[in-house]
């Protein structure tokens, strides 16, 4: 009786592989749950949300503001934080020492011009400060100077210098031909704006400085994406300028619905960041999620919208980008109409788009401009395309060195042929060929224009016969690189065609490894981490999983334009319906 | 961090130490294209493997001969200007009463592992098939992973081995002969390709069935009429020539396409009728425990070459006389063949069991067993209607 039950004790082998069983997925589930909290105590950014620790601030309701003239929503001022500055230095009202303390500030800029005057028939001193090259001088002496100077005809009945109030309102009512005027009592203030292009007008009597907005930045124009080409639809792509950016969007149609929230962001080098969405389409709490981290942006500075993109994304781990970069102001004016958000920053023309499904970053503004066969046909093209370029060297080598049987038996005669002579394993010989076209590829990024064709010529035709020739590579496999190369090429949005390309090295050491089997667990992998994965609360596979027909509308296919009635469900816009 | 580190060096060495686990590069394969087999005591040989080594006392009964493909050349310059002049495969002979067995024996003489995916045909030859059941020498192939299903099987009279011989320059034998069943729509001397999936099923359940014969002719491959597969014992009963394989592709209405060529009976002119399509519907009757079968075959095609002793105009009496002529030409095909079965091979294989079964089943159950017996008694009436239904670019007939 007992050597039966001895008999159903399993061998070590057996105890062995029920024990890896049980501890690998443990194990990673552990280490996965350890680097996310680890990461949250990094950028505390729980704490940073709740307002305990400095991060983007709101212009929004922030006090301190003293703007008298109401400008445009989108205005560039910026307010500063100066709690962290210490002691705050205020004007007194006695020019020499308001200029003295101006001076001390700005005692290591001497770029910072003083321009002393006196205004008009009541010959009071004044002074303006302004930064040469910032500031627009023809606009200064035009509107600024000229009027200060000849101002005789408000002070024509006074005989003696009008109060403090009484010649502040003279001033900004009667004679600045400035539509941005803003009165602050704040040295550091009036200091940053003077060194952002302003220019200050200190009075004598007058407890505080005028800033006067007469900016002028060399921009650039408005010039075609260079990223996003297109063959139909707008050729306009953002610059530099946030106000030019914003102004784009403004000019995009007439609507009085579009938002435009400005935020600082930088702690050293201070930024403005434009939070814009549609009032009322975009779901209330997306906005106040996005706003909650933007605030938790603690950075000295934000050079570019990338910074933005990694420091509010949901997850930093994922190959994935889960906010979209555009160039282009069509595209982010689908996205708000979709019930997205969007994030403008001065100093880049990439915008950012959230949330972002899967299926965004193939989709491209001809899509829609085209009629909606062709639109339809390309689209599929392009996920055949992302396949392929995800999956065409790992099957390659999965097939040729795990699965022979799956090649028609032509071409793996053609195929064996191909291969006589060729030294190295499968997974070299595809190593080798992958890794010299991203070389390939981003020398070609690098050089001057005019030698990138010729890159191109040399990298492709001479190399790739070259090593065909000296039996390094298979002729197959040049075929199955390139094919590849192009493929990823083809995705509308460049940085999705690099997550492709990276996820391709994985799925071909997968692979090597397993064979056909290997590439199954990697796509297994891949999807249960998209189907994980979300951005700012949507499903990343948004369209496709959950399933509702309605989405499938304009997700693989583009139905015509007069089926798309509605908004994507998941963004749960307020207005749900694009039309009827 | 240490912790963290760990793990990420467990992981990477993970799947480095796993290497490419059981991967086999594809130049080192040796792709199997076709197999024949052939009884050793018909030739007496004792194959290559030389008993004298170690003990194998082995009853030589098969020798299995293996053709595997050559790939030639690296890249296209030298394939284009040497392609069709050499000898792209060869064949290997190992004689062992295993099939297993045999094909392990290459690896004492072939650095490249042999493969089975891309196997096309099997070859049996005539004295093997009839002295062994056709699930003995087939099992290997239907067991083995690697093989398809999609196999196809045929019998030779002669030695398996020589049509593996034969072929024009730049063709191997087995791609050859699996191509050559696409031309059932030019020649109805092809019967349908019979693969393993499809003849697992018919031994199994003791139907016979046809396999497709295949010669050596001059220095290529000729199909010549077909073997029967008698299904209560799975042994080759005999061959059906090429008009009778002709007879039976009528009968079952299997033909795609192909050539009816007779003479006229009073003028001995030559008609030719050109096969577009067929199809034929076999109905049993039983009456008071007799059976008997009613085989109706219809059929559309064209003339495709049409003599007379003078030029003359066709119409529809010519084409009504001429009817008659190729419709009594392919009833008296169908009796040769049928007769052939009843008489001769004692084997039913054009599928009056299966009418029979499926339209009286009662019936079918009291003689399933002694089915090719009870056949060989039945009466058959034959009811052809063919559909002439154009001449051609000439409305005339040829001199």
């Given amino acids: ?580 | 961090m240490k912790k963290w580190r760990m793990w990420i060096v467990l992981s990477v060495l993970c799947s480095i130490l796993s290497g490419c686990w059981s991967s086999t590069p594809i130049e080192d394969l040796d792709m199997q294209i076709g197999v024949a087999l052939d009884s050793a005591e018909e030739s007496g040989e004792t194959g290559v493997a030389n008993p004298e080594y170690g003990n194998h006392t082995k009853p030589a009964k098969i020798i299995s001969t293996y053709q595997f493909t050559i790939p030639q050349g690296s890249g296209g310059a030298l394939m284009k200007s040497a392609g069709n002049s050499i000898k792209n495969y060869y064949n290997m002979s190992e004689t062992s009463d295993s099939i297993f067995e045999a094909i392990r024996q290459l690896s004492l003489r072939t650095r490249r592992t042999p493969i089975g995916h891309h196997l096309k045909v099997i070859v049996i030859s005539e004295e093997l098939a009839r002295s062994n059941n056709l699930t003995k020498l087939i099992d290997f192939f239907t067991r083995d992973n690697d093989i398809r299903p999609s196999v196809m099987l045929f019998v030779t009279k002669g030695k398996a081995k020589d049509v593996f011989e034969n072929t024009l320059p730049g063709q191997a034998p087995s791609f050859v002969l699996e191509g050559i069943f696409n031309n059932r729509d030019r020649n109805m001397g092809i019967w349908e390709p019979v693969t393993l999936a499809k003849v697992v099923g018919p031994l199994e359940g003791k139907r016979s069935f046809l396999l497709q014969n295949v010669i050596p002719y001059e220095k290529e491959i000729k199909l010549a009429g077909a073997g029967v597969i008698k299904g209560s014992t799975g042994k080759l009963v005999g061959f059906l020539d090429e008009s009778e394989l002709e007879g039976m592709v009528w009968l079952t209405g299997k033909g795609i396409g192909g050539v009816l060529k007779t003479y006229d009976p009073n003028n001995h002119n030559l008609i030719t009728y050109e096969v577009k399509s067929m199809h034929s519907k076999i109905k049993a009757n039983v009456n008071n425990g007799q059976i008997s079968f009613n085989v109706k075959v219809k059929s559309t095609g064209r003339y495709a070459e049409v003599f007379a002793k003078e030029s003359k105009k066709l119409h529809d009496g010519i084409v009504k006389k001429d009817k008659a002529v190729l419709q009594k030409h392919v009833v008296e095909m169908m009796q040769t063949t049928v007769k052939k079965m009843q008489k001769e091979l004692h084997t039913e294989a054009a599928g009056f069991g299966t009418s029979l079964r499926n339209q009286h089943p009662a019936v079918w159950r009291s003689v399933k067993d002694n089915w090719d017996e009870t056949f060989s008694e039945i009466p058959i009436t034959y009811e052809v209607n063919l559909n002439i239904e154009e001449y051609g670019a000439s409305d005339t007939s040829a001199e």
């Fill in chain 1, 1 to 580: 009786m007992w050597n039966e039950v001895i008999e159903l004790i399993p061998s070590w082998g057996v105890v062995f592989q029920g024990i890896m069983i049980f501890c690998v997925p443990f194990f990673l589930l552990r280490t996965i749950s350890w680097a996310k909290a680890k990461e949250d105590r990094i950028t505390t950014r729980a704490e940073k949300a709740t307002g305990s620790k400095g991060g983007g601030v709101s212009n929004v309701g922030a006090s301190g503001r003293t703007s008298i003239l109401e400008g445009p929503e989108e205005q560039s001022s910026s307010e500063i934080v100066t709690k962290d500055r210490g002691t705050r230095i205020t004007y007194s009202g006695h020019l020499k020492e308001d200029l003295q303390k101006f001076k001390e500030l700005s005692a290591d800029m001497h770029d910072v011009n003083v321009r002393e005057l006196r205004i008009g028939s009541i010959k009071t001193r004044a002074a303006l400060l302004y930064v040469n090259g910032l500031t627009d001088k023809d606009k200064m002496d035009q509107n600024i100077l000229k009027p200060l100077m000849n101002a005789y005809q408000p002070f024509k009945n006074m005989d003696t210098i009008p109060e403090a109030k009484d010649l502040q309102d003279i001033l900004i009512h009667e004679i600045l031909l400035i539509s941005e005027i803003e009165l602050t009592e704040d040295t550091n203030l009036s200091l940053q704006k003077v060194l952002f292009g302003s220019v200050v007008l200190l009075v004598e009597g007058i407890s505080g400085a005028l800033v006067l907005s007469s900016p002028k930045g060399n921009t650039r124009g408005i010039q075609e994406p260079e990223s996003e080409a297109v063959l139909r639809g707008s050729r306009s792509g953002f610059n530099e300028t946030l106000s030019d950016n914003t102004a784009i969007l403004r000019r995009h149609g007439q609507s009085t619905e579009l938002a435009m929230i400005s935020f600082t962001v930088g702690k050293r080098m201070q930024k403005e960041l434009i939070l814009t969405y549609i009032k009322d389409v975009a779901n209330d709490e997306l906005v106040e999620e996005v706003k909650r981290r933007i605030k938790t942006i603690d950075i000295d500075d934000v050079q570019e919208s990338g910074y933005v993109e990694q420091l509010i994304e949901d997850n930093s781990y994922s190959p994935f980008q889960q906010i979209q970069n555009t160039e282009r102001p069509d595209r982010v004016m689908a996205a708000l109409l979709e019930g997205r958000v969007a994030i403008l920053i001065d100093g880049t023309p990439f915008a950012l788009i959230m949330p972002v499904t899967l299926g965004m970053l193939l989709q491209s503004p001809e899509d829609y401009n085209d009629r909606w066969m062709v639109g339809s046909l390309i689209r599929l093209l392009r996920f055949f395309a992302a396949a392929i370029s995800l999956f065409a060297p790992a099957l390659y080598i999965s097939f040729l060195s795990f699965q022979p049987g799956l090649i028609p038996t032509k071409l793996a005669i053609s195929i064996i042929s191909s291969r006589q002579g060729v030294p190295f394993s499968v997974l070299i010989e595809a190593l080798i060929m992958e890794i010299s076209i991203e070389i390939l590829r981003e020398a070609g990024l690098r050089l001057p224009k005019p030698i990138g064709p010729a890159m191109g010529i040399v990298g492709g035709l001479i190399i790739g016969q070259a090593a065909v020739e000296a039996g390094i590579v298979s002729p197959i496999l040049v075929i199955v690189v390139s094919v590849t190369a192009v493929s990823s090429f083809s995705m509308p949005m460049y940085s999705a065609g690099m997550t492709l390309r990276m996820l391709r090295f994985a799925a071909m050491f997968f692979a090597a490894i397993f064979g056909l089997y290997g590439v199954v667990l990697f796509f297994l992998l891949l999807s249960s981490h998209l189907i994980k994965l979300k951005s700012f609360g949507v499903p990343y596979l948004g369209l496709a999983v959950p399933n509702k027909t309605v989405n499938w509308k304009d997700f693989i296919f583009r139905m015509p334009l007069q089926f798309l009635t509605g908004r994507p469900t998941l963004l749960k816009p307020k207005d749900p319906l694009r039309k009827g």
